[in-house]
Protein backbone atom coordinates (compact mmCIF):
# COMPACT_ATOMS: atom_id res chain seq x y z
CA UNK A 1 0.00 0.00 0.00
CA UNK A 2 1.60 3.02 -1.04
CA UNK A 3 0.94 6.35 -3.14
CA UNK A 4 3.47 7.63 -5.46
CA UNK A 5 3.50 11.49 -6.54
CA UNK A 6 4.87 12.62 -9.87
CA UNK A 7 4.44 15.57 -11.96
CA UNK A 8 6.42 18.03 -10.28
CA UNK A 9 9.24 20.91 -12.14
CA UNK A 10 10.51 24.00 -12.49
CA UNK A 11 7.67 26.14 -14.06
CA UNK A 12 7.96 30.20 -14.50
CA UNK A 13 5.31 32.47 -13.48
CA UNK A 14 1.95 31.82 -15.14
CA UNK A 15 2.67 28.39 -15.73
CA UNK A 16 1.01 24.78 -15.54
CA UNK A 17 1.80 21.90 -13.81
CA UNK A 18 -0.27 18.33 -13.45
CA UNK A 19 0.97 16.97 -10.21
CA UNK A 20 -0.59 13.02 -10.21
CA UNK A 21 -0.60 10.62 -6.85
CA UNK A 22 -0.85 7.09 -8.01
CA UNK A 23 -2.41 4.57 -5.35
CA UNK A 24 -1.53 0.81 -5.16
CA UNK A 25 -2.51 -1.69 -3.15
CA UNK A 26 -6.13 -0.25 -2.70
CA UNK A 27 -8.58 1.26 -4.56
CA UNK A 28 -8.81 4.91 -4.00
CA UNK A 29 -12.36 5.96 -4.55
CA UNK A 30 -13.22 4.95 -1.19
CA UNK A 31 -10.79 6.69 0.51
CA UNK A 32 -10.73 10.72 1.43
CA UNK A 33 -7.62 12.23 -0.18
CA UNK A 34 -5.44 15.11 0.29
CA UNK A 35 -2.79 16.94 -1.17
CA UNK A 36 -0.28 19.57 0.99
CA UNK A 37 2.49 21.22 0.25
CA UNK A 38 5.48 22.85 2.47
CA UNK A 39 7.00 25.66 1.29
CA UNK A 40 10.99 25.83 1.80
CA UNK A 41 11.04 27.31 5.61
CA UNK A 42 7.68 26.59 6.73
CA UNK A 43 4.59 24.34 7.91
CA UNK A 44 3.05 22.30 6.07
CA UNK A 45 -0.62 23.07 4.71
CA UNK A 46 -3.46 21.74 3.11
CA UNK A 47 -4.47 22.41 -0.66
CA UNK A 48 -7.22 20.51 -1.70
CA UNK A 49 -9.43 17.64 -0.35
CA UNK A 50 -11.32 15.41 -2.66
CA UNK A 51 -13.54 12.54 -0.23
CA UNK A 52 -15.08 9.85 -1.44
CA UNK A 53 -18.49 10.81 -1.82
CA UNK A 54 -17.21 13.22 -4.23
CA UNK A 55 -16.93 16.29 -2.38
CA UNK A 56 -14.01 18.30 -3.20
CA UNK A 57 -12.69 21.71 -2.10
CA UNK A 58 -9.03 23.91 -2.89
CA UNK A 59 -8.05 26.21 -0.12
CA UNK A 60 -8.61 29.76 -0.72
CA UNK A 61 -4.95 31.11 -1.50
CA UNK A 62 -5.33 28.68 -4.56
CA UNK A 63 -9.09 29.12 -5.71
CA UNK A 64 -9.67 29.76 -9.14
CA UNK A 65 -5.88 28.26 -9.78
CA UNK A 66 -5.91 24.53 -9.03
CA UNK A 67 -8.50 21.69 -9.37
CA UNK A 68 -8.38 18.08 -7.92
CA UNK A 69 -9.88 15.69 -9.60
CA UNK A 70 -9.45 11.34 -9.30
CA UNK A 71 -8.59 9.02 -12.58
CA UNK A 72 -10.18 6.22 -11.52
CA UNK A 73 -9.07 4.06 -14.30
CA UNK A 74 -5.78 4.63 -13.11
CA UNK A 75 -6.22 5.05 -9.89
CA UNK A 76 -4.82 8.09 -9.62
CA UNK A 77 -5.59 11.13 -7.74
CA UNK A 78 -4.84 14.50 -9.80
CA UNK A 79 -3.86 18.07 -8.60
CA UNK A 80 -4.07 20.63 -11.70
CA UNK A 81 -2.48 23.71 -11.06
CA UNK A 82 -2.92 26.88 -13.45
CA UNK A 83 -1.38 30.06 -13.29
CA UNK A 84 1.33 29.18 -10.91
CA UNK A 85 2.80 32.30 -8.54
CA UNK A 86 6.34 31.55 -6.79
CA UNK A 87 4.56 31.64 -3.53
CA UNK A 88 3.43 28.11 -4.72
CA UNK A 89 6.59 26.75 -4.50
CA UNK A 90 6.65 23.61 -2.15
CA UNK A 91 7.10 20.21 -1.80
CA UNK A 92 3.87 18.57 -3.17
CA UNK A 93 2.57 15.82 -1.33
CA UNK A 94 -0.45 13.53 -1.42
CA UNK A 95 -2.07 12.14 1.69
CA UNK A 96 -4.55 9.43 2.38
CA UNK A 97 -6.74 10.21 5.11
CA UNK A 98 -7.34 6.96 6.43
CA UNK A 99 -4.21 5.58 8.12
CA UNK A 100 -2.55 8.45 7.43
CA UNK A 101 -0.71 7.23 4.23
CA UNK A 102 1.84 9.50 2.44
CA UNK A 103 3.40 9.77 -0.57
CA UNK A 104 7.30 10.98 -0.74
CA UNK A 105 6.57 14.15 -2.21
CA UNK A 106 7.42 16.19 -5.65
CA UNK A 107 8.76 19.83 -5.59
CA UNK A 108 7.24 22.30 -7.53
CA UNK A 109 9.57 25.13 -8.04
CA UNK A 110 8.29 28.62 -9.61
CA UNK A 111 10.45 31.02 -10.98
CA UNK A 112 11.79 33.03 -13.80
Known amino acids: VQLVESGGGLVQPGGSLRLSCAAS????????MRWYRQPPGKQRELVAL???????SVVDSVKGRFTISRDDVKNTVVLQMYGLRPEDTAVYYC???????WGQGTQVTVSS
Open 25 to 32: GYDLRFYN
Open 95 to 101: NRVTGDL
Open 50 to 56: LNSDGRR
